[in-house]
């Protein structure tokens, strides 16, 4: 199984960014796929939870309003919206897979793509 993250950069408060996580090598209609960050000094934390089957979602607090997680079956591609953008959601964003249950913690998840760094600036 292979993520590859893209859609980071630098973007001033209030702005947006989607984030893509192309996905592949895996039977993905069976999987929970999420979107974590992680900033210097910080554990590594869930922001938002696909079940790629049924599209139901869950959302961290501090991020439910502002970001959107959707899937594209025919792309094999998890996204995440991001809107209103503040200088604390700086930090690298990571996609991940979850072979078995809806994980809310890292040791869930199986697969993790490399990271996309995302810098939003006051």
């Known amino acids: 199984v292979q993520l590859v993250e893209s859609g980071g950069g630098l973007v001033q408060a209030g702005g947006s960014l989607r984030l893509s996580c192309a996905a592949s090598g895996g039977t993905f209609s069976r999987y929970t796929m999420a979107w974590f960050r992680q900033a210097p000094g910080n554990e590594r934390d869930i922001l938002a939870r696909i079940r790629w089957s049924t599209a139901s979602t869950n959302y961290a607090d501090s991020v439910k309003g502002r970001f959107t997680i959707s899937r594209d079956n025919a792309k094999n591609t998890v996204y995440l919206q991001m809107n209103s953008l503040k200088p604390e959601d700086t930090a690298v964003y990571y996609c991940?897979?979850?072979?078995?249950?809806?994980?809310?913690?890292?040791?869930?998840?199986?697969?993790w793509g490399q990271g996309t760094q995302v810098t939003v600036s006051s």
């Open positions: 991940a897979a979850a072979v078995r249950n809806v994980p809310s913690k890292t040791e869930g998840y199986d697969y």
